[in-house]
Structure formats: structure tokens, C-alpha cells
């Protein structure tokens, strides 16, 4: 059985949270990535990216994502 979009988006941002809370940032940072692909129109998505960003102290992507924007590392 496959999950239908909204489903596939919310499972993978869930893990991806836990990912973070659970004290593995960077797998938080790739599920809700992976979430966002899936619904790349969803605002709550690069809002909770720009949340993990920011607990990671790294706020100029926290501000891109929460923007909806990339950081551009080049």
C-alpha cells in the first residue's frame, strides 16, 4: 500500500523531527528535505527546516529555509 502525499510529507517530516530531537541533526535536516520534495508547496515545511537550522545554530539557513530559499555554500 502506498501513503498518499499528505501522508508521505507528514511521515517523513515526523521522522525527520525525531531524527533531530533525538540528537541526529543532520538526518533531521535530509528527511525534511525529503518531505519538502515530496510537497514543495507546503509553508510548514521549510518553516520546521529553518527550526532545526536554527537549533543548530546555524541561522543564515534558518532564514533561507524558512524563507524557502537555499543557501548557496559557494
Known amino acids: 500500500t502506498r501513503l ?3 501522508a508521505a ?3 517523513v517530516l515526523l521522522l525527520g523531527l525525531l ?3 533525538a540528537g541526529h541533526p543532520a538526518d533531521g535536516v535530509s528527511l525534511i528535505e525529503r ?3 515530496v510537497d514543495p508547496g507546503n ?3 521549510p518553516l520546521n527546516l529553518g527550526t532545526v537550522y536554527h537549533d543548530l545554530r546555524d541561522d543564515r539557513r534558518a532564514a533561507a529555509a524558512a524563507l524557502g530559499a537555499r543557501v ?3
Open 72 to 74: 548557496d555554500d559557494g
Open 43 to 45: 509553508p510548514a515545511l
Open 9 to 11: 510529507w507528514w511521515t
Open 19 to 21: 531524527a533531530h530531537r
Open 4 to 6: 498518499s502525499p499528505a
Open 35 to 37: 518531505a519538502i520534495a
